[in-house]
């Protein structure tokens, strides 16, 4: 997958995001389900991140960028800061 198609996608991720917050913060707040999407936007968000990082680290060091793969969330979701 190519840097562009993965920035589209974290684009499309981050408006939903957005929209789900900015309903999070109204009156009625989320739905479970809702809020369940929420939860899963972030984990692909993180997910997508981490796949340009990975991409952009093995072009900048001369190798393959399609070599990068999607991480378990498990995974993404545990790096400290």
Same mark, same amino acid.
């Given at each position: 997958?190519?840097?562009?198609?993965?920035?589209?996608?974290?684009?499309?991720?981050? /408006?939903?995001?957005?929209?789900?917050?900015?309903?999070?913060?109204?009156?009625?707040?989320?739905? /479970?389900?809702?809020?369940?999407?929420?939860?899963?936007?972030?984990?692909?968000?993180?997910?997508?991140?981490? !796949?340009?990082?990975?991409?952009?680290? !093995?072009?900048?060091?001369?190798?393959?960028?399609?070599? /990068?793969?999607?991480?378990?969330?498990?995974?993404?979701?545990?790096?400290?800061?």
């Amino acid at each position: 997958m190519p840097d562009n198609d993965i920035l589209t996608d974290i684009d499309e991720l981050v /408006a939903e995001e957005r929209s789900l917050r900015d309903r999070s913060t109204a009156a009625l707040g989320l739905s /479970a389900d809702e809020k369940i999407r929420l939860r899963t936007v972030e984990v692909q968000l993180d997910q997508c991140w981490d !796949l340009l990082r990975q991409r952009r680290a !093995l072009s900048e060091y001369g190798d393959d960028p399609s070599k /990068a793969r999607v991480r378990p969330a498990d995974e993404v979701e545990g790096y400290q800061s």
